[in-house]
């Protein structure tokens, strides 16, 4: 398949099994890295895309983002996500979808555009 023009596009299969991989994984590393022995945890999307697609499923970075909300207790390390998208159009789109989450204090969020 070649690279998608649009903003957001149609979730392929082969993409479904890796957000499933993927989310399989964070979550067992939160186990991990919940356990006190990390002040910090920094996780980089480098080819972040615009967090969802076109029926509304989550992409890898939001994936990443509600794993890490979503476990509990709640982590107590600061938290830093950094996405990397090079399309800005993707980047505003992903933005806007982390701005609907309640982010707490100690995640530290970045969007960054590839120039």
């Known amino acids: 398949m070649a690279a998608p023009k649009e903003t957001v596009w149609q979730l392929e299969p082969h993409t479904r099994a890796k957000h499933e991989i993927l989310k399989r994984y964070l979550q067992a590393w939160m186990i991990i890295l919940s356990q006190g022995k990390f002040p910090e945890i920094l996780y980089v999307d480098g080819f972040a895309g615009p967090g ?3 029926l509304g499923e989550i992409g890898s970075p939001i994936i990443a ?8 207790p709640p982590l107590q390390a600061k ?3 950094l996405f990397v998208e090079k399309n800005a ?3 505003a789109h992903l933005q806007r979808q982390i701005a609907l989450r309640s982010i707490p204090s100690n995640f530290n969020i970045i ?5």
């Open 65 to 72: 983002l509600d794993t890490a909300l979503a476990y509990r």
């Open 79 to 81: 938290v830093h996500l």
């Open 52 to 54: 969802e697609y076109a």
């Open 111 to 115: 969007v960054d555009v590839l120039v």
């Open 89 to 91: 159009d993707r980047a």
